[in-house]
């Protein structure tokens, strides 16, 4: 969920508009999410949705707007009762506010350490995320009440913003947007004093002295006062020419730019200028290469056109995307590919991170976080400790840029669920555990085997096109021999160009030989077994033994009831353990229409198939054969 209160009250669910009745209902909305978890009373809400003279049966109404909301908001609002109040858990949702106010926090500490690039362009994301008045289409009552705070903050943020600017000497830039803030706020002295500056560094002395001279008589006329000593020192050193030059300009980027326009609000809009929605902080060109931590995807990658599609166009569709597939099947050669298809798509920066180990364990996650704020621009001593402090700030840091995040072998989705950035930010995982499906607003993109002319290809391009295409028949035979999975195809290639004078027929006749074809599907590092191994050892030991009694029966295409007089066990519960291999993506399921039997002869009409893909039916027979009744402890010596 996302949620909006910067600019009209607004909620979005999975990339779609919530549809909101009304002020009240929006009100209501707003007054929880500032209350930032806190209880908010029934009295207090029912008054600031219709001030001190609530109408009768004001509480009443109050419940029914609530339970619309509730309903308007569905699964996982985090909207309860408590006592005579509510109050709202956001979770993992993104609530504008929020955003704001971490980025200007750093883009505060940015500015006093002297890092003004660095805090140019985090205070000109937080003012991007308004759209114009705070509150915009609320009660008067809450208006009031919130409204000025909210207007307070955004100031205080152009305020800094503008520091930063002229730290980088683009005065040039800010003259016009000055301005008209001058004009609108007469009274902020910060900001004329900022105008007056940028008029002066432009050449415009005389012009920075009249701006002074209005401020003093606005002064003077309106509350009676001369101006603080900071603007009167500034107003001596532009008299005398004595002001200090800026730094040379730095390179521009669209967020400097844009940043007074993105603040606009009102009046302020038509002076600087639109705003695009979603478009935060693009870079031209900066002083420093944004943070990219993901790897080259294979130069060789072939085919997965499909898949490739499907993925960008949920991205840009502002869903995240789980890539699953059984081993070996080029989930994370995918990712990669893609990450470089979009590259343009998150000019901000792309994370990655390979959730696994090398030893094939699980990384733990309070580092991949630290890994990430780092990246952001979190100094090691400002670290957060602990999963949920890393996690709060990586959204919130996160949240307001477009930045793309690669998670590579994830295990399942309460490892993922810390790592999402949510808002501006994208994610893209990889792995094969079920319950990745269970993530917010995500998008399932299931890999199987190649199409036999992407096989081809890869393989070709692997051991050379040329000695291939002289013996067609054979390399036809080595990609069905490696299932057409992208892991096997790239290791029967690698064993044809290590071997010049092998004939490809004769690479077809040792993969033929199932005794023989895990072994012949290792070279180096690139091993089959090895996903094979992981695979299997991850899963519950009845359903490692069932895979391994399946293997070693040789049943083609068995049912649940064929599995159930295998392995002895309820048909439920056969089919259950043939579910959980098929989500572990080690059967495939499947419904042939022309055949309503199973292998036994029972009537099975409408009940699914499984099928083994080759080389895990090989893998696991050998399992099998060597440990019969055992289960996944003793995986480790089927290597």
Do not use: N
């Amino acid at each position: 969920m996302e949620f909006r209160i910067l600019g009209p009250v607004a909620a979005e669910r999975d990339g779609h508009p919530v549809a909101l009745d009304g002020a009240k209902q929006r009100a209501t909305l707003a007054a929880l999410l500032l209350a930032h978890g806190q209880v908010v009373s029934d009295a207090r809400l029912t008054t600031l949705l219709w001030g001190w003279d609530p109408p009768a049966g004001g509480t009443r109404r109050l419940y029914t707007y609530v339970s619309r909301l509730r309903t308007r908001l569905g699964p996982g609002h985090g909207l309860t009762r408590h006592g005579t109040g509510y109050r709202m858990d956001l979770g993992a949702a993104v609530l504008d506010w929020d955003v704001f106010r971490g980025l200007v926090d750093a883009g505060r500490a940015d500015l006093r350490a002297a890092r003004h690039a660095d805090a140019e362009r985090r205070l000109a994301e937080a003012l991007a995320l308004w759209h114009g008045p705070a509150l915009d289409d609320v009660t008067e009552q809450l208006a009031a009440d919130a409204g000025p705070h909210l207007e307070e903050s955004r100031l205080a943020a152009l305020e800094l913003h503008t520091e930063a600017a002229l730290a980088l000497g683009r005065h040039t830039d800010l003259v016009p947007a000055l301005t008209g803030h001058v004009d609108r706020h007469p009274l902020r002295e910060r900001l004329r004093g900022q105008l007056m500056t940028a008029l002066y560094r432009c050449g415009r002395q005389a012009d920075a002295l009249a701006v002074y001279g209005d401020g003093r008589r606005i002064l003077a006329d309106d509350l009676g006062i001369d101006p603080t000593p900071e603007l009167r020192t500034l107003h001596h050193h532009i008299l005398t020419g004595t002001l200090p030059a800026p730094r040379p300009p730095a390179p521009v980027t669209l967020a400097s730019a844009t940043a007074p326009a993105c603040a606009t609000t009102g009046a302020e809009a038509e002076a600087a200028g639109p705003v695009i929605p979603g478009r935060v902080a693009r870079t031209v060109a900066c002083e420093g290469p944004a943070h990219d931590q993901v790897p080259p995807a294979p130069r060789d990658f072939t085919g997965r056109s499909t898949a490739l599609g499907e993925v960008l166009a949920a991205l840009r569709a502002r869903h995240d995307v789980v890539v699953t597939g059984a081993p070996g099947t080029g989930t994370s050669a995918l990712a990669l590919r893609v990450a470089e298809a979009c590259r343009e798509d998150f000019p901000e920066g792309r994370l990655y991170a390979d959730l696994r180990t090398p030893d094939g364990g699980r990384r733990i996650t309070e580092e991949v976080l630290g890994r990430f704020l780092r990246a952001l621009g979190t100094d090691e001593d400002r670290l957060p400790a602990g999963v949920d402090e890393r996690a709060r700030l990586f959204r919130t840091l996160a949240a307001g840029r477009r930045v793309l995040v690669v998670l590579d072998h994830a295990a399942d989705d309460a490892q993922i669920r810390p790592l999402l950035p949510g808002g501006a930010a994208r994610t893209v995982v990889t792995g094969a555990h079920p319950a990745l499906a269970s993530l917010d607003a995500v998008r399932l993109v299931r890999l199987g085997p190649m199409t036999p002319a992407e096989a081809a290809t890869l393989l070709a391009s692997v051991a050379g096109a040329e000695r291939l295409a002289a013996e067609p028949r054979a390399a036809l035979r080595v990609a069905e021999f490696c299932d057409r999975l992208p892991l096997a195809l790239r290791v029967a290639g690698a064993r044809l160009a290590a071997r010049p004078h092998w004939p490809v027929a004769r690479l077809a006749d040792r993969l033929a030989s199932e005794e023989r074809r895990l072994e012949e599907l290792r070279i180096g590092r690139l091993d089959v077994s090895t996903g094979l191994h992981r695979a299997l050892h991850a899963l519950p030991p009845p359903a490692a033994t069932a895979l391994g009694a399946l293997a070693a029966a040789g049943l083609p295409h068995p049912t649940a009831l064929d599995a159930a007089a295998l392995l002895d066990r309820r048909p439920d519960d056969a089919e259950d353990l043939l579910d959980q291999l098929a989500d572990a993506r080690l059967l495939e399921a499947w419904r042939p229409p022309e055949d309503p039997f199973g292998t036994s002869g029972a009537p099975a009409a409408g009940a699914p198939r499984y099928r083994l893909m080759p080389l895990v039916r090989l893998y696991a027979k050998q399992w099998h054969d060597r440990h019969p009744g055992t289960a996944a402890p003793l995986l480790d010596s089927a290597r």
